[in-house]
């Protein structure tokens, strides 16, 4: 299994271009989330899928889209990007918790630069 | 342990010695917690997990302590390694319900470990 396999690695957009950042696991997880990382700090949750067809907002949802047309894929659309948007973007996957276990597999992540 | 603002907390520790990371969480509904571990470049690795049911749980030279009453969390890590130089992160984990959950991390600690 590849796990969670995130492309670009790096990236660098000019404010107010689009991207997408794409995100696919091949452990037939129901459960996708991105999420961005700041310097010095935590993890912050943007959108999450509970499942194909299903997505809803996490902690700083604003200026991003997400769809899950597909249990591997999980895309996350940047539609003007800001320099304030300049992090870097991890993709996880989990399994339904089921009451079992919640732990998250992470992608390596995408380093985005808005200049 | 954890604080805000954009410095990490820094633990240093000589090779051999045991290591306490501690975190605080703030949601008394959390119901689940874990720790993550995430070196330099790379996505975080999961190390443990706890149930709010529990007040220790103890894996391969970590254990994690559980204390409701204070909400406050901790990572002991035995015999501490140069490759357990890394930043280590708690989450916590509310249940909305069924398969609908959020993860809230923590800011992070920053452990150096010296051979």
């Known amino acids: 299994n590849a796990g969670v396999t995130q492309t670009p690695k790096f990236q660098v957009l000019k404010t107010g271009q689009s991207m997408t950042l794409q995100c696919a696991q091949d452990?037939?997880?129901?459960?996708m989330s991105w999420y961005r990382q700041d310097p010095g700090m935590g993890l912050r949750l943007i959108h999450y899928s509970v499942g194909a067809g299903i997505t809803d907002q996490g902690e700083v949802p604003n200026g991003y889209n997400v769809s899950r047309s597909t249990t591997e894929d999980f895309p996350l659309r940047l539609l003007s990007a800001a320099p304030s948007q300049t992090s870097v973007y991890f993709c996880?996957?989990?399994?339904?918790?089921?009451?079992?276990?919640?732990?998250?597999?992470f992608g390596p992540g995408t380093r985005l630069t808005v200049t | 342990g954890e604080s805000v603002g954009l410095h990490l907390p820094t633990l240093s520790v000589q090779e051999g010695d045991n290591s306490i990371i501690n975190c605080a969480y703030s949601?008394?509904?959390?119901?689940?917690f874990i720790w993550y571990k995430q070196e330099s470049g790379k996505g975080p690795q999961f190390i443990i997990d706890?149930?709010?049911?529990?007040d220790k749980r103890q894996g391969q030279r970590v254990t994690v302590l559980l204390n409701k009453t204070v909400k406050h969390l901790s990572l002991q890590i035995a015999a501490t390694q140069p490759g357990d130089s890394a930043v280590y992160f708690c989450a916590e984990i509310v249940n909305s319900g069924g398969s609908n959950y959020k993860l809230t991390f923590g800011k992070g600690t920053l452990l150096t470990v010296n051979p």
């Open positions: 706890i149930r709010s049911n529990m």
């Open positions: 949601n008394s509904a959390s119901d689940y």
């Open positions: 996880a996957s989990s399994q339904t918790s089921g009451g079992s276990s919640y732990e998250q597999y």
């Open positions: 452990m037939n997880h129901e459960y």
